[in-house]
């Protein structure tokens, strides 16, 4: 175990570069999701769960299976912004829908033409 937590600070502290390790975003030697659960240990000790490089991991159940569940790891900053752009995406599809399926959103000269067809 302690050979775990020192190759994984050492591949941190290289991954990090020369200038040192970053305060913003640390370097992970693997995704999130490829790391084991005593690695996750290891990167998330002494940190607090509200930290922004905390990793976090979830199980999302797969479709078409009753059993199956699929882990899913990330830091908090990382889930933030996934939920983030779901969210903007389901704002832009509800302002889609609010205008009208009718109205293009395309300017007229970027739309393509089909070569051998009336206009």
């Known amino acids: 175990m302690r050979t775990t937590i020192t190759s994984i600070a050492l ?8 200038g040192g390790a970053q305060e913003s975003e640390p370097r992970l030697a693997r995704a999130p999701s490829d790391m084991s659960g005593a690695e996750i240990d290891a990167y998330n000790e002494g940190r607090i769960a509200s930290d922004p490089d905390y990793i976090r991991c979830r199980r999302i159940e797969q479709i078409g299976s009753l059993v199956k569940k699929l882990r899913v790891c990330n830091t908090n900053s990382e889930w933030k912004r996934i939920v ?11 302002e889609t829908l609010a205008r009208g399926w009718s109205v293009s959103q395309e300017p007229q000269d970027q739309l393509v033409r089909m070569p051998n067809r009336p206009q």
């Open 11 to 18: 591949i941190a502290s290289l991954a990090a570069g020369p």
């Open 84 to 94: 983030d752009k779901g969210n903007q995406d389901a704002r832009d599809s509800m």
